[in-house]
């Protein structure tokens, strides 16, 4: 079955093309590589695994509750129109919201495969070439996962937010050869990760919980290869470059802060676009979504030395400022540690049964005999 019978809104064209700027490098120096990206290259080749062998895909989703949200997440939680739904409607709106927030997952880590393998066409050097390209077969193996989760545990799915579209557009415009990095790696990337933690920490639900703390683990390295070649980069920059590049950051961070409404979903139930809106606004789980949702963005931004005063004002504006000293360091050792946590409580768990079911036989054949 095509997904488009899947959407729950009109996708549009089947295909999205945006024109393509900048020249594609080669690089004839094979001996030298920065020796941090050439572990993290060795890294990510021992990190790979596949996502129908790790994942167990037999763990049964209610499409009505996929996440195990509370009520008081929704944003229309406490208006009339909650008050008119069924529990049957609230259902429906658990999945809808479901399959508009893992279809923002789905289509930004297709945006990320383009953009790692761009990196890899542009990129001068051969050791960030080298990794990026083991970045661009995780980011395959992401949109493989969050698709198949999607059409076989939802059943539903969303085109891509407007304003997320915006900022891969921008981002793969550009011709010069930074700006995928700071567009995916930095911002879209490290939103992504806070989005994929808040959840993974809150969902009482075993299969998305696996999905995001695998993704997680693989994502923590990219967010490292971002911050690694820009802050190398940066150092060489005028501060008119530097300007430039605060700006577009400024851009992206207040974009990506409205793309997180969910507005199309309401949308979807006939609610007004304009009153759609203020319900979400005026949601304080949203609010504290939305701050947690730079904890990754702000700290890699001031690492990687964006931080002139016109970026810091805007980071007072959306309430975040603060977020700069984060240590950005733990977080990602954090989630690597999360992965690995659930890897050894799933394979124990499994040896366990083994262990019951070898023991089990061979009382039943001493039974026999």
Request: aromatic residues 10%.
């Amino acid at each position: 079955m095509s997904t488009r019978e899947l959407y729950a809104q009109d996708p549009g064209d089947p295909l999205w093309a945006v024109p393509a700027a900048g020249a594609a490098r080669f690089s004839w120096e094979y001996g030298a590589g920065r020796d941090r990206l050439l572990a993290l290259y060795q890294k990510g080749k021992d990190k790979q695994w596949d996502a129908t062998l790790r994942i167990d895909w037999d763990l049964e989703v209610d499409p009505k509750d996929p996440l195990g949200t509370p009520d008081e997440a929704m944003s229309l939680y406490g208006t009339k129109y909650w008050d008119r739904m069924t529990e049957k409607d609230r259902g429906e709106l658990r999945q809808h919201y479901a399959a508009w927030q893992f279809s923002q997952f789905l289509h930004g880590e297709q945006g990320a495969m383009v953009c790692a393998a761009r990196i890899v066409e542009s990129v001068p050097d051969l050791d960030a070439k080298f990794y990026s390209a083991t970045q661009t077969m995780d980011e395959a193996r992401h949109a493989e996962i969050y698709s198949r989760f999607l059409q076989e545990k939802i059943g539903m799915l969303y085109p891509i937010n407007d304003n997320l579209q915006a900022l891969l557009a921008d981002t793969l415009k550009d011709s010069r050869w930074d700006m995928p990095y700071l567009g995916m790696q930095v911002l879209i990337e490290g939103l992504a990760l806070a989005a994929f933690g808040m959840i993974r920490d809150t969902t009482d639900k075993p299969l998305p919980k696996q999905i995001l703390a695998y993704v997680m683990q693989d994502e923590a390295r990219h967010v490292a290869f971002g911050r690694m070649a820009l802050r190398d980069y940066y150092k060489q920059l005028t501060d008119a470059e530097l300007r430039e590049r605060e700006e577009f950051v400024i851009e992206g961070c207040y974009l990506m802060r409205d793309r997180l409404r969910g507005v199309e979903v309401l949308e979807n139930y006939g609610i007004p676009s304009k009153e759609a809106a203020e319900f979400t606004e005026r949601s304080e789980f949203l609010h504290l979504f939305r701050k947690l949702l730079f904890s990754r963005i702000v700290p890699c931004v001031k690492d990687i030395g964006l931080w002139g005063e016109r970026l810091q004002r805007a980071y007072l504006d959306m309430g975040v400022f603060e977020l700069g000293d984060a240590n950005l360091d733990l977080l990602m050792t954090q989630d690597e540690e999360v992965a690995e946590k659930l890897d050894a409580e799933r394979f124990a768990a499994e040896e366990a049964a083994r262990t019951a079911e070898v023991a089990d036989a061979i009382a039943q054949g001493e039974a026999a005999d």
